[in-house]
């Protein structure tokens, strides 16, 4: 199980570097950052929020958590004008909600964890969740689309649920 870096960490907003070889330790990094994310019972993980600066994305919004994706190097192209807001969260950003509006309709073209290029059409959850992963490998938080109040607030939100979670570690 990895650490998950929480906001405001600065390191959530480094710029992920390409992978140049899908090698023996990027298929263990990717082994890894599945584990981590079915542990945080979440459905999308990026590399940077493991504090590693390389384009790397693992998925999984299958019902019984049994059918992990990966997406390396991707890139998105929106395919419609047309965007739907979608109350997010992030495993980086715990116990904060909110609504952002995405482009409903994306082309995601991206290499798996073989290495193997491919190209995906992504609507409903998997364009948000894609859209939400890439912004983090280019160290955009959901919170970044919030009005500053409401970042003031998550910052507050944030630092209570790490001390709470703490005080709950120590026991
Ligand atoms: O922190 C992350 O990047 C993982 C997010 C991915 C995500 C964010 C917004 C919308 C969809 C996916 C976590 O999975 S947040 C937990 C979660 C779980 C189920 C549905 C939505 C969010
Ligand atoms: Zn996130």
């Keep these: 199980i990895l650490p998950i870096l929480s906001y405001p960490d600065p390191r959530l907003r480094t710029i992920a570097e390409p992978v140049k070889t899908v090698d023996a330790d990027i298929k263990q990094l990717i082994a890894d950052m599945?584990?981590?994310?079915?542990?945080?019972?979440?459905?999308?993980?990026?590399?940077?929020?493991?504090?590693?600066?390389?384009?790397?994305?693992?998925?999984?919004l299958s019902e019984n958590n049994d059918s992990p994706r990966v997406f390396i190097n991707p890139?998105?192209?929106?395919?419609?004008?047309d965007k739907k807001p979608y109350e997010e969260g992030c495993l980086s950003v715990p116990d904060v909600?909110?609504?952002?509006?995405?482009?409903?309709?994306?082309?995601?073209?991206?290499?798996?964890?073989?290495?193997?290029?491919?190209?995906?059409?992504?609507?409903?959850l998997l364009a948000v969740c894609i859209?939400?992963?890439?912004?983090?490998?280019?160290?955009?938080?959901?919170?970044?689309?919030?009005?500053?109040?409401?970042?003031?607030?998550a910052r507050d939100k944030v630092r209570k649920y790490l001390k709470a979670r703490e005080k709950q570690l120590e026991k």
């Design 34 to 60: 599945i584990e981590t994310m079915y542990d945080a019972k979440g459905i999308g993980l990026a590399a940077t929020q493991v504090d590693r600066h390389i384009q790397l994305i693992v998925m999984d």
């Design 75 to 81: 890139k998105i192209t929106p395919l419609v004008e």
């Design 97 to 124: 909600y909110d609504s952002v509006e995405r482009p409903v309709k994306v082309k995601i073209e991206a290499l798996d964890g073989e290495g193997n290029a491919f190209e995906e059409i992504a609507e409903g």
């Design 131 to 153: 859209q939400h992963e890439m912004d983090h490998l280019n160290g955009v938080l959901f919170v970044d689309y919030l009005s500053s109040l409401k970042q003031t607030r």
